[in-house]
């Protein structure tokens, strides 16, 4: 093999890497925007559940007890103090999505607590929230699995193709689907066949 057809084959292969390189970042930055959208989405359902939970807990009397609507209103007006904008979400930092996640764990352990077993328009938009909720959540989680899966990879972390990303976690909070990762089984909000 001569000196040219050596050069030539090194070029290739290294153009080749590059080339891989090069796509395999663009794939992690794609998942990374994936998470912060999902992650928008899900703030925005959360933001739409604890509004239902605040607007329910003052405006049906009838439904619930003053000790229910109360313990109602206070989680659901705690979740809505949470940050909520994008720059918030993208500065957040493990402790900050922990307490996130612990808030929204009490509004649905109040929503739980609270809500009557009868339906009204109020309950059904509620109820409603809640579904999306779980959507939004399991949505977001998939994002996140699969860019923590591709991050994970040795020619990811070795070639720094995230850059100085956050490495993104899973929103581990009671969403009144039964499953939580973080805390085991909870209360059943909305929950029933096929949810």
Do not use: C, Y
């Not at 040219?4 to 290739?12: D, E, F, G, N």
């Not at 009397?61 to 109602?72: F, Y």
């Not at 705690?78 to 720059?87: I, Q, Y």
């Amino acid at each position: 093999m001569s000196a040219v057809t050596w050069a030539l084959t090194v070029l290739l292969v290294l153009a080749a890497l590059a080339g891989w390189l090069s796509a395999t970042a663009q794939r992690v930055d794609r998942l990374h925007r994936r998470v912060e959208t999902s992650r928008a989405a899900l703030d925005a359902e959360l933001t739409r559940r604890a509004s239902a939970a605040l607007e329910f807990a003052l405006e049906s009397p009838a439904h619930l007890d003053p000790a229910s609507a109360l313990l109602l209103a206070d989680a659901a007006t705690t979740s809505l103090d949470a940050p909520r904008t994008p720059a918030a979400l993208r500065e957040a930092n493990d402790a900050d999505d922990a307490h996130r996640w612990r808030v929204e764990s009490d509004l649905t352990r109040a929503l739980a607590a609270a809500l009557p077993p009868r339906d009204g328009a109020g309950l059904a938009r509620v109820l409603e929230a809640t579904r999306r909720v779980q959507l939004a959540r399991r949505f977001h989680n998939d994002a996140v699995v699969q860019t923590r899966r591709l991050r994970g990879k040795r020619i990811v972390r070795w070639a720094h193709l995230a850059g100085r990303a956050r490495l993104p976690e899973t929103a581990d909070f009671l969403d009144g689907d039964g499953e939580d990762t973080a805390t085991g089984p909870g209360p059943g909000v909305g929950a029933g066949p096929g949810t």
